[in-house]
């Protein structure tokens, strides 16, 4: 199958600092990529949909400030969590689908970024 | 409504026996797919099998198997003669292909235990 890539996999920071998470499709190219937020013992939950060329898409609820999200090229979306602060510590993991895999439309999904605000 | 539910926050399994993880799902489109994924303690999110509406046998990939039953909405998924390894969240999952495709719909999940 098609392999995601993220980076870092771990971060600690200071309140109030910013961090960037990068999420790449290594074997093909992807017009759309996502950003989930994890909380422990719980399921995935949307925040974002990152278009290649053009604004992300948020879910309700997430701050489009808080959380910036760029897509610069068909294999490269990354988020910034800006001023970050205790309660953004959480789990963020990046999916793609390799839309020239035709019929399942599988989602890969990138190892994930565990995230410490200290 | 929830479009996937997951009744079986925890469930525990014999090394080598099967096992079976519910999942029922809630959409009116006619065209979607189903999935699973294995999530270790690690974090990563394993993509396991898959399942379209309009497929008309049970996905099978090596241990796993989907049991399909379209009528009562439900998509199961079989893992055939435990392994230690197999201890993880498993996540079904939901795509619907006409209505709102690039949203992905996951169940709250179950943790499986398979025990030496």
């Known amino acids: 199958g098609a392999v995601v890539s993220q980076h870092p996999s771990w971060v600690i920071c200071k309140s109030g600092t910013s961090v960037k998470i990068e999420c790449r499709s290594l074997?093909?190219?992807?017009?759309?990529m996502f950003w989930y937020r994890q909380f422990p013992k719980q399921s995935l939950m949307l925040m974002a949909t990152s278009n290649e060329g053009s604004k992300a898409t948020y879910e309700q609820g997430v701050e489009k400030d808080k959380f910036l999200i760029n897509h610069a090229s068909l294999t490269l979306s990354t988020l910034t969590v800006t001023s970050a602060h205790p309660e953004d510590s959480s789990f963020y993991i990046c999916s793609a689908r390799d839309e020239m895999e035709t019929g399942k439309n599988i989602q890969y999904f990138g190892a994930g970024t565990r995230l410490s605000v200290l | 409504a929830q479009k996937i539910t997951q009744t079986q926050p925890g469930m525990f399994v014999q090394e080598k026996e099967a096992v079976t993880l519910d999942c029922t799902y809630d959409?009116?489109?006619?065209?979607?797919?189903l999935f699973w994924y294995k999530q270790p303690s690690s974090g990563e999110m394993i993509f396991l099998i898959y399942?379209?509406?309009?497929?008309?046998q049970n996905a099978t990939e090596g241990r796993y198997s989907l049991n399909f039953q379209k009528a009562r909405k439900s998509a199961n998924l079989v893992i055939s003669a435990s392994q230690l390894g197999d201890s993880a969240m498993y996540f079904c999952a939901m795509r619907e292909f006409l209505y709102n495709f690039n949203k992905f719909y996951f169940g709250s999940g179950t943790k499986l235990n398979v025990k030496p």
């Open positions: 074997d093909f190219q992807a017009t759309t």
């Open positions: 959409t009116s489109d006619p065209s979607y797919g």
């Open positions: 399942q379209g509406s309009y497929d008309q």
